[in-house]
């Protein structure tokens, strides 16, 4: 049960720490900054954000179909978490590596703390699923059965469907002489069946696939009415429109039909199982075709080791045993899942048509003012940026309007010489990888830095790719060592006897459909020192050179941390010289200890310092002569917050506000190419702050950090703050205002 705290609580951490010591005795503050009390782990702290998302699963008060897209996120996560985080962790083990980390634990005390608590939220969603998510879903007509719950009248219908379409594409395929345990491939869901020949005794073990990629795991069935509100369904007449939706689980269709598959034989018992695999990769700095290397790879990531085996708690404990001993891993690697293996399959309950009532209003991204289109129908994006900066943000602000228009015109445009863009993950159906081959068709000069080691984007980048070099597009991969994860597209248009550099650099991916989901910012320049520090980023990634001094940007792995960490410093002499400071941060990761130990010593000198998290947080608050003026909050609503922001507030001076790709992680400081970039124009400043404030502030979709390193909801106040209802608020607004502002034509 989580803890809920008031967004406006006036007891600070220190106020409750000192609550507390008028009981108990203050324990002595870490002598150092490198104690392990001062550090969570990093792979809990993100079981921790995925219980956050477990949470929003579990609130009443939520649209029913956003629970059951939060159940399917939550899948998804714990599947990618296995197969990076835990499988890295296992592979310290198997190297007999012992030594304990930042914050105390071994390998081997990592895996066992994150099965307990694995445990406890497989436990919390299946309860969910069953108690509320299924009832509630067949009060509107959507029914998940189960095939015993399927009335006798659509049996034999399923039955007869069965035959004709599930049975041809099923493969048994059982263990014995001469007959190796077959392989399981990465997240495949299967039957594990004991099968006993009545003649000779013999029992044998099988697996049966369950080819849902084929078949989809819900399987329709037709023709049901409900009694009542929540009640099991009944046999109907189907009718041309408005008939109710349910669904068989395929696993529960082919179990009942086990007898097709071995005839002949007694079905002694079945239960269903998925293994997850170790699918991370590494690839040699010495690697000297990065594309084959990663196609390579690619290859090599179906047969990785096993991490997980999930397997329904239901199963005979033969069965289970026999399963795990020929899948060859440790009993603290199975997981018993009570009710639906893989909720990741829901995402096909979340994508049927209709249900609006069931889900949050709609929201249609609006063209930042600044870009509305002209007399013409179309806006002159690029004039509008000599004029000067333009900030964006998505998804309040529509990125077909200004990413989108911002490579069309320069596309379409004469006079531009050249188009460079990064590509680290984009959608299938985006417009701007064809805008770069119809800018190579027209002669300019096109270039695509397209980071192939895009952890599970990897296949699509590789397509993306191929398609970019045969329609002539100069294609970079960059470094193997590094990951290209900057966000930036650099147009050059020839202006006069010269050329001047039009520029996007933002906190997101050029994904059109996430554009739609993920809260990103983006800025328009036409700064020259901004602009050529990003021009001096794609020579130093296409060429061979080394990457020069920076005019106004911190790029990684040379300059970021360093900078940031400068940013911090300054602000705490600050304080010390008796002036007031602030540091705000928003991020989606707080891992990297040198920024931590900064952070501390800022905390030391009383900076006041409000951290906004979304997801792992190796940083703990409120610990006497560490901690005491940080807050740490987390965001977790209708959108997936993506924007860095960090902002360093120095009485006396212009805030400093830096946006940008990288997250506070070793990973992004070290072994990536990252840029944050300042914004400087007053306005767009205070439209960043006002976001970071408006984030701070919010009571919805808000936890905070405590100082036992637990998570506590936020309590709603009287006047409850949303900061992504507020956005879209602000955001329509200001379109109807400037709409309204606008000469009739």
Not at 271 to 300: K, M, N, P, W, Y
Not at 673 to 678: A, D
Request: glycine share 6%; aromatic share 6%.
């Amino acid at each position: 049960m989580c803890r809920t705290v008031s967004a406006t609580d006036p007891l600070t951490a220190q106020d409750r720490i000192r609550a507390v010591a008028a009981i108990e005795p203050e324990p002595e503050p870490p002598s150092d900054l490198h104690d392990p009390s001062l550090y969570t782990n990093r792979e809990l702290s993100w079981l921790d954000f995925n219980d956050r998302v477990l949470q929003l699963v579990e609130d009443r008060d939520a649209p029913l179909m956003e629970r059951v897209k939060f159940a399917a996120i939550w899948t998804s996560n714990l599947d990618e978490f296995f197969m990076i985080r835990v499988a890295g962790v296992h592979d310290q083990v198997a190297a007999g590596l012992q030594d304990r980390g930042a914050d105390g634990l071994t390998p081997s005390e990592v895996i066992d703390a994150v099965a307990e608590r694995v445990a406890g939220q497989y436990a919390r969603l299946a309860r969910c699923l069953e108690r509320e998510l299924r009832p509630d879903l067949a009060g509107h007509d959507i029914h998940i059965l189960r095939f015993a719950e399927v009335p006798a009248a659509r049996c034999e219908e399923l039955t007869q469907r069965f035959r004709r379409l599930v049975f041809p594409v099923l493969t048994p395929l059982a263990v014995g002489l001469g007959r190796p345990f077959p392989y399981i491939s990465n997240l495949s869901l299967s039957l594990a069946v004991l099968v006993r020949d009545p003649q000779s005794k013999v029992t044998t073990f099988a697996r049966v696939k369950v080819p849902k990629e084929l078949l989809g795991r819900l399987h329709p069935v037709e023709g049901l009415d409900r009694r009542t509100p929540g009640g099991p369904p009944e046999a109907a007449t189907p009718t041309a429109s408005g008939t109710p939706r349910a669904f068989v689980l395929l696993e529960d269709l082919i179990a009942a039909h086990l007898g097709d598959l071995f005839p002949g034989m007694e079905i002694l018992q079945h239960g269903a199982f998925r293994v997850t695999r170790d699918a991370d990769f590494e690839i040699s700095d010495e690697a000297d075709d990065l594309l084959r290397a990663v196609e390579a790879q690619l290859r090599r990531r179906r047969f990785g080791e096993t991490v997980r085996v999930e397997v329904a708690a239901d199963m005979d404990p033969v069965l289970r045993t026999e399963l795990t001993r020929a899948l060859g891993v440790e009993e603290r690697q199975v997981y018993a899942v009570d009710g639906l293996v893989d909720g990741g399959d829901l995402w096909q309950v979340v994508k049927l048509p209709g249900f609006n009532e069931l889900r949050d209003p709609p929201w249609t991204a609006v063209t930042q003012p600044r870009l509305q289109a002209g007399s013409d129908g179309r806006c002159d994006l690029l004039a509008e940026m000599r004029r000067g900066d333009v900030l964006v943000h998505h998804p309040y602000d529509s990125f077909a309007t200004s990413v989108e228009r911002f490579v069309e015109q320069a596309v379409a445009d004469p006079d531009v010489l050249a188009i460079k863009m990064t590509v680290y993950r984009t959608s299938d159906d985006t417009p701007l990888i064809p805008a770069l081959i119809r800018a190579t068709e027209r002669g300019k000069q096109a270039v695509a830095l397209v980071e192939l080691k895009a952890r599970f984007d990897e296949q699509a980048n590789i397509g993306w790719a191929r398609a970019l070099e045969q329609a002539g597009v100069h294609v970079v991969y960059g470094h193997p060592a590094l990951k290209t994860h900057a966000k930036a597209i650099l147009v050059v248009r020839r202006e006069g006897d010269g050329v001047r550099h039009y520029v996007h650099v933002g906190t997101g991916n050029y994904h059109p459909t996430n554009a739609r989901l993920y809260t990103d910012l983006g800025l328009f320049t036409c700064d020259g020192e901004l602009a050529a520090d990003v021009a001096d980023m794609f020579n130093f990634l296409t060429g061979f050179a080394r990457a020069g001094r920076h005019r106004k940007v911190l790029m990684a792995p040379e300059t970021l941390r360093d900078g940031i960490i400068e940013e911090i410093e300054r602000t705490a002499q600050a304080v010390r010289e008796g002036r007031e400071g602030r540091i705000r941060m928003k991020l989606n990761a707080l891992v990297d200890r040198r920024c931590i130990r900064a952070l501390y010593r800022a905390s030391q000198a009383g900076v006041e310092i409000a951290l906004n998290v979304r997801g792992i947080c190796c940083l703990r608050t409120g610990v006497p002569g560490i901690s005491e003026t940080i807050t740490v909050t987390s965001v977790l609503g209708r959108f997936l917050e993506h924007t860095r922001i960090l902002s360093f507030e120095r009485e006396g001076e212009q805030p400093r506000v830096l946006c940008g790709s990288a997250d506070l992680m070793p990973r992004n400081l070290d072994a990536r190419v990252e840029l944050m970039f300042p914004v400087e124009d007053d306005a767009l400043r205070d439209d960043v702050l006002d976001t970071l404030d408006r984030s701070l502030a919010d009571d919805v979709g808000a936890w905070r950090m405590e100082p036992d390193g637990a998570w506590a909801k936020v309590a709603t106040g009287d006047e409850p703050r949303s900061v992504h209802r507020e956005l879209m608020r602000k955001h329509a607004a200001r379109a109807q205002a400037d709409k309204e502002l606008a000469p009739s034509t």
